[in-house]
């Protein structure tokens, strides 16, 4: 699933600059989102695919990190103490800090055959997308909410390299 492929690299970007960190990262989340993916309601779920760290490691991503030998405290130091990820049908996005800004890895829309039609996909984390795609359904997810309340303190400099 492209979705997966996108949130993967850009994890794996994270932690060293490398695709090749964790082979398999989400190896296990295809099947755990199976039962929580509805392209027809891409906000259902999102709060189960959303993957997150700040002062608990997401266990997706520590069970990755303990697959390849790495423990949960050097997790924490090669990651953003404050990483937000959002795994949805049709958006891939991420938000570094808690007031950060939400940026868009990988856009696609419903085409009318029933498969997604890509329209942007970029997996630059270096890049600073901010256009939010308009709400399919009347339920608003986690990130929408973030997005209409706005930030709650002034903007926190962070700055992401990326190595090729």
Avoid at 39 to 52: A, E, F, L, M
Avoid at 81 to 93: K, Q, R, Y
């Amino acid at each position: 699933m492209r979705q997966i492929e996108t949130a993967e690299r850009f994890v794996c970007m994270l932690v060293h600059g490398s695709l090749w960190v964790f082979p398999e990262l989400f190896s296990h989340s295809s099947e755990q989102y199976k039962h929580h993916w509805f392209p027809d309601r891409p906000n259902k779920g999102s709060g189960y695919r959303c993957i997150r760290i700040n002062h608990k490691m997401d266990p997706l991503v520590g069970q990755a990190g303990q697959r390849i030998g790495l423990s949960i405290q050097q997790l924490y130091l090669l990651l953003p103490s404050e990483l937000t990820l959002w795994v949805d049908p049709f958006e891939v996005s991420y938000r570094i800090g808690e007031d950060g800004s939400i940026c868009v890895l990988f856009e696609s829309h419903p085409s009318t055959n029933g498969n997604p039609s890509v329209t942007t996909g970029n997996s630059n984390p270096a890049s600073s997308v901010t256009q939010v795609s308009p709400m399919v359904d009347s339920h608003i997810s986690c990130k929408e909410e973030l997005l209409v309340l706005g930030r709650t303190s002034s903007a926190k400099p962070y700055m992401m390299t990326v190595s090729s």
